[in-house]
């Protein structure tokens, strides 16, 4: 047997074990590429299809594992559909072996979703209804004015443009996007200063809203996965992912632009209202994430991401800032 199947062998041995599930068949690892932070195994048994998920058995690890079991049940309890969790024969959501531990979820059945008009209300209405029922949720303190992907890290951003220029037939072109993109990020750099984050409102938060967390079926919305990055956080952080995965990844078109992000927000206002400063701050949220994000995939992705190439992304994000600049204008001054 090779290590791999020694290892799978092994989970079966423990599931068997801690869990009362009748007939557990051999498990089967998730493909490398659905792997993010933790592997991902698929668990068939008489009782059911679950997901199981392995972590390091360290104590800071399995707290924030414990915090996200406890906002499930809390999700769950409120209308939030989530992936239910497992207890071991001993009543335990967490089984801890040697130097690793195991949780076992119900697997979902369903697919990402997929953006159209009804799936943005239906994931609207999710955010907004669940930043308003986890407002006062006990959580793990940390610094709500510090977001991932709350700016673009310059190195990053250097080796997207160079790919860019020196992949284009006009480079000239790829200049005068990196200068419309540079000055939208400066523009944003006062928007969303420190001090100025100060005047968003915080609280509970998911931190990582995007489709592949937003599991569908049948038109309706079976499942928001992956609590990881949940926790203490600005509201503007998971409408600016929102926004910015649901909404502006895939189109540069500024009608298709406007109808997307009027839906997804006129349906989560439904439960939480933005401020003034948060509605005129937005608009560069979303427009540093997103850079940040294809800055950051570009690389990884060996230089194409979601279809298109450095100096086509150059183009896109110049043209998408535009539009997310002139939002912001008219959220700020009315016009």
């Known amino acids: 047997m090779n290590e791999r199947r020694d290892g799978l062998d092994i989970l079966a041995d423990v599931i068997r074990e801690h869990y009362d599930l009748g007939r557990v068949d051999r498990p089967e690892a998730l493909a490398p590429a659905h792997q993010r932070r933790h592997r991902k195994i698929v668990v068939q048994a008489a009782a059911g299809k679950f997901l199981a998920k392995t972590y390091k058995r360290d104590p800071f690890v399995l707290d924030a594992l414990r915090f996200q079991h406890r906002l499930s049940d809390h999700m769950d309890t409120n209308g939030l559909p989530v992936a239910g969790i497992q207890p071991a024969k001993n009543g335990k959501r967490i089984v801890e072996v040697d130097n690793w531990a195991l949780e076992l979820q119900e697997f979902v059945e369903g697919d990402p979703m997929e953006v159209s008009s009804e799936t943005l209300a239906i994931s609207a209405d999710a955010l907004g209804q669940l930043h308003e029922v986890c407002r006062e949720f006990p ?14 890290p310059r190195s990053l951003f250097a080796k997207l443009f160079e790919r860019a220029h020196d992949a ?31 005047r968003f409102e915080t609280g509970l938060i998911h931190g990582d809203w995007h489709a592949g967390n937003l599991i569908f079926k049948g038109g309706r919305l079976v499942a928001i996965v992956d609590l990881e990055f949940a926790g203490d956080g600005c509201y503007l952080e998971d409408l600016a992912y929102a926004v910015s995965n649901l909404c502006v990844r895939t189109t540069m078109r500024p009608e298709r632009l406007a109808k997307r992000t009027d839906r997804l927000l006129h349906h989560y206002q439904r439960h939480r209202t933005l401020s003034f400063y948060e509605e005129a701050a937005l608009y560069y949220a979303v427009g540093v994430k997103h850079i940040a994000t294809v800055s950051y995939q570009i690389p990884q992705q060996d230089g194409e991401v979601a279809g298109h190439t450095a100096d086509e992304w150059m183009e896109r994000l110049a043209a998408q800032c535009e539009w997310l600049a002139e939002r912001a204008n008219q959220a700020r001054w009315g016009h």
Request: aromatic share 8%.
């Open 139 to 152: 959580r793990p303190g940390r610094d709500a004015r510090m977001w991932r992907f709350s700016e673009v």
């Open 168 to 198: 284009s037939e006009n480079p000239a072109t790829i200049d005068e996007y990196c200068n419309r993109i540079a000055l939208f990020l400066h523009e944003a750099g006062q928007a969303l200063s420190l001090e100025a984050r100060d």
